[in-house]
Structure formats: structure tokens, C-alpha cells
């Protein structure tokens, strides 16, 4: 009998314990390179062991989100030991193949593919088994794992931890790869979401931005998110005016630890979220952008990982203490980093589930026709 996809995916996760345990084990005997080697042994049967029980299976990305489920393992057993909850499963790894995984930010990003990004490994496999359309999960997917891994390699090349680069930081290299081809077949699939009709299209695009009270909130919220991408985004270029000093020093000093995590992170939102704010305006103010709904969903995983990952290193015990939101202003400061996230989740929650605005005008006598 073969084994649900669904419970292989879930056994691929576990697996990961003993499996590390296993070259934690090991691994003490040898020399970096060496580590690179054992964990390409390992690593390379778990293709066939994906693939051949399951070649019925026309969908590529079946194999590919199977693969990460076993990865999302590792990166549960590299948090919970970082964070004390177990012992002796990758200390050795952590340690001597990439240790910039043992910093607050490795060990958030560790958290959200182990927990969120798993969760959506599972949805899409259990979508593609019982051939429905996982477009939608894709596409926040997508968006989440790319910015964990643009902030996670580029601090890792320029932070504190540029010269304790081991063979191991190879392996994320091609991870590179995947979020792009498997947001080429999201993009392609057809959309889901229900269509409305000519009369409801018409009805909403006719109305203005005041009597759509939704609409002018999220106006606002991406009007205060353009300012505050705007500042942080000076405040980590070093800008000399007194606010961004005060800010850095007195508010969120964690922008300017060494590891670059943070001050990486600022600069991705400078200058590819704050354009996606600016465009999100346009198309809410302006009828018929029917690319808003697939962009809204990329940049609400993309944000929602990167604040995760932010707030929570930023308070986590593993920054040096200089580093941490001080007590004084720790609510303003995470009450506004938290609103940061949840804003993009709200407009792509409207986007997909309201659609009639973005969709193009279509006349009363063409939809009959199509109909």
C-alpha cells in the first residue's frame, strides 16, 4: 500500500530529529568540508524517496514542497535547540557548518519555516493530491520564503558573521531558484476567487473613495507605511537628523545590530515595499488594476515574515541586551511594528475577497454573451 503524500510529507518533518541527531553525533569527528559532504549523503536519497513512490503525481511541485518539509524539520530541530528546548540534535552543526543560525534572527526565521511555512507546505500538497488549486497559498508562500532568504543570506555575507562562512551556507544557494520557478506556475495556474458580476463591477467602481470606508482606512494605513518605511529606511543610512539618532539610540536600537539582519531588512522595504505602498494607493484609488490581488498576497507573506522575524529577535534573550527594544517605549514600538504586518494581511484579505474594483469593466451585453 503506498503511502499518503500528506503523511510522507509529515514523516519527512519528523525524520529530521534523528537524522540530525545522527550527524550531530557523527559530525564531531570531522572537519567542515567533511560536514558539507555527510549532509549531501544524507540529503541525497530523500529524492528518491519522495519520488518514487509517488510518480503518479504530474505536479513537480509536489516533490519540491516534500523536499521542504524535511527542511522545515531541520529548521524546528536548529529553534528548539537554539532556545534550550533539546540538546545534542545540532549544536555541532550550528557551531562549526553555519553558526550566524544561533543568532535571535536564524533562530525566528527558523521558527516561521518549522511552523507557517510548513502549514502551507501541507495545504498545497494535500491541494495537489485531490487536484484543486493552491494558487492563492503559493503566492503568500512565495513571497514569505523569498524574504527570509534575501534578509537571511545577504546578512549572513555582510554582518558580524561575513568571516565564519563555512561550505555549509552553500546549500542555501539554490533555494534561490525555487521561489522564482514556482511563482512562474502559481502566476500561470487560473485564478479562484469568485467573479463578480458586470452590475457589481460597475456599482463598486463607480463609487468614490468616501464611500468606500474600507478602502480609505487601508489608504491611510499605506500612507502612515510609506513614511515609516521611508524613515527607517533613513535611520539605517546613518541620516544626521536628530529624530532618526533618537530613534535608533533610544527606540529601536536593534536596527543597528552588528549581525545586519535588521538594517538589511530595512533596506528591502525601502526599496521594494515602499513602491508596492505607493502602487497599492494608485489601486485604490483607481478602478480596474487586476494585478493587485496576486501582489497583494506575495507582499502579505513577504511582510508578515519579515515583522515576525524582526519583532521577535528584537526581543529575544539571544540580542545582546544594548540591542533590545528598551522598556521605556517597548509598546510603541511593537504596536507599530505589529500594525506593519497586519496591514498588508488586511488589504489582500479585501483584495481576494472583494474583488469588484480591480476587476476590469465589463459590459452588461458582453457578460450575457459569455454567459
Not at 176 to 189: E, G, S, T, V, Y
Not at 286 to 295: A, H, L
Request: charged fraction near 15%; proline fraction near 7%; include cysteine.
Amino acid at each position: 500500500m503506498r503511502l499518503h503524500p500528506l503523511w510522507a510529507a509529515v514523516g519527512l518533518f519528523l525524520s529530521a530529529f534523528p537524522l540530525f541527531y545522527l550527524l550531530n553525533a557523527v559530525a564531531a569527528l570531522l572537519s567542515p568540508p567533511m560536514i558539507a559532504v555527510l549532509s549531501i549523503i544524507i540529503l541525497s536519497p530523500l529524492f528518491v524517496l519522495i519520488y518514487l513512490p509517488n510518480r503518479s503525481y504530474e505536479d513537480p511541485l509536489l516533490y519540491v514542497f516534500m523536499v521542504l518539509c524535511f527542511i522545515a524539520g531541520t529548521d524546528a530541530v536548529i529553534a528548539l535547540e537554539k532556545d534550550g528546548y533539546t540538546s545534542s540534535f545540532a549544536d555541532f552543526y550550528i557551531r562549526e557548518g553555519e553558526p550566524y543560525l544561533g543568532t535571535a534572527y536564524g533562530i525566528m526565521i527558523s521558527y516561521w519555516h518549522a511552523v507557517v511555512n510548513f502549514a502551507m507546505y501541507l495545504l498545497m500538497v494535500a491541494a495537489i493530491v485531490q487536484r484543486k488549486s493552491y494558487r492563492n497559498v503559493g503566492l503568500y508562500w512565495t513571497g514569505s520564503f523569498t524574504m527570509a532568504l534575501v534578509v537571511f543570506l545577504l546578512g549572513n555575507v555582510i554582518g558580524k558573521y561575513s568571516s565564519e562562512i563555512q561550505p555549509a551556507f552553500l546549500f542555501n544557494l539554490p533555494y534561490l531558484i525555487i521561489p522564482i520557478w514556482a511563482a512562474k506556475r502559481f502566476f500561470d495556474q487560473p485564478r479562484t476567487c469568485p467573479l463578480p458580476t458586470a452590475d457589481k463591477v460597475a456599482e463598486e467602481q463607480n463609487k468614490n473613495l468616501l464611500q468606500r470606508p474600507m478602502d480609505l482606512g487601508l489608504v491611510g494605513f499605506l500612507l502612515l507605511a510609506v513614511i515609516y518605511t521611508l524613515f527607517r529606511g533613513l535611520v539605517v543610512l546613518d541620516c544626521p537628523a536628530n529624530s532618526c539618532f533618537d530613534y535608533i539610540y533610544l527606540q529601536e536600537p536593534y536596527l543597528r545590530d552588528p549581525v545586519a539582519y535588521p538594517k538589511i531588512q530595512m533596506l528591502v522595504y525601502l526599496f521594494y515595499a515602499l513602491p508596492y505602498f505607493c502602487i497599492s494607493i494608485y489601486a485604490l484609488l483607481v478602478p480596474g488594476c487586476t494585478w493587485m490581488g496576486d501582489w497583494a498576497l506575495v507582499f502579505a507573506g513577504a511582510i508578515g515574515q519579515a515583522q515576525f522575524s524582526h519583532v521577535a529577535a528584537s526581543i529575544h534573550h539571544r540580542t545582546p541586551f544594548p540591542y533590545r527594544i528598551p522598556e521605556r517605549d517597548w509598546w510603541f514600538v511593537v504596536l507599530c511594528n505589529v500594525a506593519y504586518a497586519v496591514g498588508p494581511q488586511i488589504l489582500a484579505y479585501r483584495c481576494l475577497y472583494k474583488p469588484a474594483f480591480f476587476c476590469s469593466s465589463v459590459s452588461q451585453s458582453k457578460e450575457k454573451k459569455n454567459q
